[in-house]
């Protein structure tokens, strides 16, 4: 047993015996009453497991590791503990390096990792200790990048040349990601980052909504069917451009199901069926993709070569191409074209269904693709909440939502199964209708005994 003692001055100190009889003494200092208890638990308990020859705990461990290094060298002098091995002090550059080199994901992800990596170097300082980064240092880099208005590279979106919401968001994240690294790495015990809430990574004010009919003029001013597939499979199936659109080939598209086979680099490593995906051919894309056939010089190879050339610059051209159709270009010219094609397809279909089509779930399709639209407000301005204006609405809607070609193979239904198909429509609707038959006192099923009188 130890025990706790305090002299005239204030000054605390624990004595013990070690396993040899011998009395030890660890002198604390002015050390609150608490404390100092807190700490000659500690003591028996390392006392304890030195004469038991056992190990200490985990969470013993965990304290002694994070015990100043004055405080360790007085339980060393008493034997409780063995000497630290030689420090090697980790610095903020050793962890940034480290974390890209181990990092197995995509280039585009490797180049916002290196986004995030270069402000945590700028701001923190490459030869910084680990330990020396706080939790209050963590919290003025993410004020830092918030409010700095001194970009790096080119121009940021936002008028004061701030950072968005969103980047910062994402910036964060990646930062909180880092330091999880190094905690998991033993490099130091916890993450100043932890607690840094990383917010939103959605940026609604960089929707844009692609209506059917400024992509038809889009489609007038390309230079070629090559240019009018990239358009076509981005705002018509929703592709992402250029990952998937350059990994598609003509063996992909099956004409006569009128679907096309998907492999999605960006979500292969999930696993499952986050690889490929099949999406359905709409007639606006079937006669691209017929057009971009005939005209194919090698059918063995790409559907569009100009996207499996990762030295091609499409953003540039398309914003040409968009200016040349009287129209002004929006923001994330390609994203924005894959989230009209699904904000048009969830009006008309179940949302689970498109956003298998689209690859990706329905929460992340709310969060980051499906957009407001003006239409839906104006309706019940005009019409409130009538049933008759929604049906109207949606029969218009289901009208102008393009759908997967016919088979090319399958012929028309006779008049005859035209009719008996027209007949069981009308049957069935009628079964709607509730039935007003009351049942009997006894019912279908057989009486249970218990209650059978």
Same mark, same amino acid.
């Given at each position: 047993m130890a025990s706790l003692s305090t002299n005239s001055k204030g000054l605390r100190r624990i004595l013990f015996v070690d396993g040899a009889g011998?009395?030890?003494?660890?002198? #604390? $200092?002015?050390? !609150?009453?608490? +404390?100092?208890?807190?700490?000659?638990?500690? @003591?028996?308990?390392? %006392?304890?497991?030195?004469?038991? $020859? @056992?190990?200490? %705990?985990?969470?013993? +461990?965990?304290?002694? $590791?994070?015990?100043?290094? !004055?405080?360790? +060298?007085? #339980?060393?002098?008493?034997?409780?503990?063995? !000497?630290?091995a030689a420090a090697n002090v980790r610095t903020v550059g050793e962890l940034l390096d480290t974390f890209e080199q181990r990092a197995v994901v995509k280039p585009s992800t490797r180049k916002a990792y290196k986004q995030t990596t270069d402000s945590l170097r700028a701001f923190l300082g490459a030869e910084t200790a680990l330990q020396a980064v706080t939790a209050e240092t963590a919290d003025a880099w993410r004020k830092w990048i918030a409010t700095d208005t001194t970009s790096v590279g080119r121009k940021r979106g936002t008028a004061d040349n701030r950072l968005s919401p969103a980047t910062c968001a994402k910036r964060t994240f990646v930062a909180r990601t880092v330091f999880r690294k190094a905690v998991r790495w033993g490099w130091i015990a916890t993450s100043p980052f932890e607690g840094i809430q990383a917010g939103s990574q959605a940026n609604p004010s960089r929707a844009f909504y692609v209506s059917p009919e400024d992509t038809t003029a889009i489609l007038g001013r390309? !230079?070629?069917?090559?240019?009018? %597939?990239?358009?076509?499979?981005?705002?018509? +199936? $929703?592709?992402?451009?250029?990952?998937? #659109?350059?990994? #598609?080939v003509w063996s992909d598209i099956d004409w006569e199901a009128g679907r096309l086979t998907v492999r999605a680099s960006k979500t292969e490593h999930h696993g499952g069926g986050h690889a490929v995906r099949h999406v359905p051919i709409c007639p606006a894309l079937r006669a691209i993709l017929d057009e971009a056939w005939e005209q194919a010089a090698d059918r063995s190879t790409a559907v569009v070569p100009r996207a499996a050339n990762g030295n091609v610059n499409l953003r540039t051209t398309f914003e040409k191409i968009i200016t040349r159709a009287g129209l002004v270009p929006w923001p994330r010219l390609f994203q924005n074209l894959r989230s009209s094609c699904e904000t048009d397809w969830v009006e008309a279909y179940p949302a689970h269904e498109v956003a298998a089509w689209l690859g990706h779930s329905p929460a992340v399709a709310a969060r980051h693709y499906l957009q407001r639209r003006d239409h839906h407000f104006r309706d019940v301005v005009a019409n409130g909440l009538g049933g008759d204006a929604q049906s109207d609405a949606r029969g218009a809607q289901n009208r102008a939502q393009q759908v997967p070609a016919r088979n090319r193979k399958e012929s028309l239904p006779s008049p005859e199964d035209d009719a008996l198909l027209r007949f069981m429509r009308t049957v069935a609707a009628s079964c709607d209708e509730l039935n007003t038959c009351s049942m009997g006192d006894i019912g279908l099923e057989p009486m249970t005994p218990s209650l059978s009188s």
């Open positions: 011998e009395r030890r003494c660890v002198h #604390l $200092g002015r050390l !609150p009453q608490k +404390a100092a208890e807190a700490f000659l638990r500690r @003591v028996e308990e390392l %006392s304890a497991n030195r004469i038991a $020859g @056992v190990a200490n %705990s985990t969470e013993l +461990a965990s304290w002694l $590791g994070n015990l100043p290094e !004055p405080t360790h +060298a007085k #339980l060393v002098r008493v034997e409780l503990v063995e !000497p630290r390309c !230079p070629d069917v090559e240019w009018r %597939s990239i358009v076509g499979l981005t705002r018509y +199936a $929703g592709l992402r451009c250029p990952s998937e #659109l350059a990994s #598609l």
